[in-house]
């Protein structure tokens, strides 16, 4: 299916729509235009990002070591957590897989056609 091509109009009074109405959402405008919520979506990203309202770069101001070192922090902790959970799922799912194994053989033994 052939992509639609919008103008440079249409792109800009949908960013527009968008921009003076806080209360509507990106699925909202899109039904009303006729377009994707996609496209609504890059549209005003595309806007902002040209008015300079997005960052398009690394922030003005580079974290210290020290702010860094507890970023990472925080990051390694969360990870040790999500591992720990992991490892609690894999053993469980396990322990499931051998009751069915268990049951499987007991089942197949009993039927005799």
Known sequence: MPKKKYSDEFKADAVELYETHPDMSY?????DLGVSRGAIKTWVFQARKA???VPTSAPDHPETPEEE???LRVENDSLKADKRALRTDVERLE???AILRKATKYFAAETTW
């Not at 699925?27 to 039904?31: I, K």
């Open 27 to 31: 699925t909202q405008v899109a039904a």
């Open 51 to 53: 008015a300079g309202a």
């Open 69 to 71: 070192v507890a970023r």
């Open 95 to 97: 322990e499931e897989r």
